[in-house]
């Protein structure tokens, strides 16, 4: 593959992600809107489903294990 064939697969991969992120977008607005007195009814549930989902998937980067102090170094 030649560098400027890479290069064109990399131009074409940016409007189809985008199409497709817009398509997702689309489609779960309309999925909400069309399902929004059964989310209302189970918001509750949904919020507690959120918390270990976003500690599940967070990027465990900012814990701090590098902020040990001099004395715990030596």
Excluded at 15 to 37: C, D, I, S
Excluded at 52 to 57: K, N
Aim: charged share 15%; with cysteine.
């Amino acid at each position: 593959m030649s560098p400027s064939s890479k290069k064109r697969d990399t131009l074409l991969a940016r409007p189809v992600r985008t199409t497709l992120l817009m398509a997702a977008l689309v489609g779960g607005f309309y999925l909400l809107r069309e399902h929004w007195n059964h989310i209302i009814g189970s918001w509750v549930y949904l919020l507690l489903l959120a918390c270990p989902l976003m500690h599940l998937f967070h990027g465990h980067g900012g814990h701090g294990h590098g902020s040990r102090s001099d004395a715990q170094k030596r």
